[in-house]
């Protein structure tokens, strides 16, 4: 069941659920990775600008400036989809929070999952990237106020899972085969056969 909370205090405190006596706090984000993989995530964007720009049409603009700060806005505005794809991959039966904790969207669900479903959970949201980037290739370069919005949201899309593509890469590195991954209220907890005191 998704609920939508609308605005909370950045210090607002979910309700969790009781995490078993072997869970194990996962190992902290890397900030250097979080920052390197949003700089990635904007690069790629500018990469395909450039091809689509200097190869694809012989160096004639593919863009409409004036429509970037546009695309900037329903990008910003597609985060809170953004979190809603977090949540996908988390049990049907549990409740899935999503919320503007803080001035920024949010989303949350207490319950345990695979560390298959986590990962998927992490990277569902660079959906917002590839698809519009992936419009923005093949739309003809005269469309040019659509490919803007598509670029624009596209790249930001790609940028905005930073600090996702940071949890899938210390999940990956820290969490045993066969666990399950549950909030915690210090973070990220993992618990299986692995895990046992």
């Not at 979080?34 to 012989?58: D, E, F, M, R, S």
Request: with cysteine; hydrophobic share 45%; glycine share 10%.
């Amino acid at each position: 069941m998704y609920k939508f909370i609308g605005f909370v205090k950045a210090d607002y405190r979910y309700d969790y659920e009781p995490l078993p006596d072997n869970a194990r706090l996962m190992a902290d984000r890397s900030t250097t990775i979080t920052i390197i993989t949003g700089l990635l995530g904007i690069a790629v964007g500018y990469v395909l600008l450039l091809v689509k720009q200097y190869i694809l049409n012989g160096g004639e603009a593919v863009l409409n400036k004036p429509f970037i700060l546009f695309g900037a806005v329903l990008g910003a505005l597609f985060l809170l989809l953004h979190e809603f794809l977090h949540l996908i991959p988390y049990p049907k039966n549990s409740t899935k929070i999503i919320s503007i904790k803080g001035g920024t969207p949010s989303a949350f669900c207490s319950a345990a999952v695979s560390k298959g479903a986590f990962i998927v959970s992490s990277l569902l949201p660079v959906l917002l990237g590839i698809i519009p980037l992936i419009l923005f290739m093949f739309l003809p370069s005269t469309y040019q106020v659509i490919n803007t919005i598509l670029w624009t949201m596209g790249t930001i899309g790609l940028a905005s899972p930073a600090n996702d593509y940071a949890d899938v890469l210390r999940c990956l590195r820290s969490v045993p085969y066969k666990c399950k991954i549950q909030s915690g209220k210090g973070g990220f907890y993992y618990f299986g056969e692995n895990t046992k005191k």
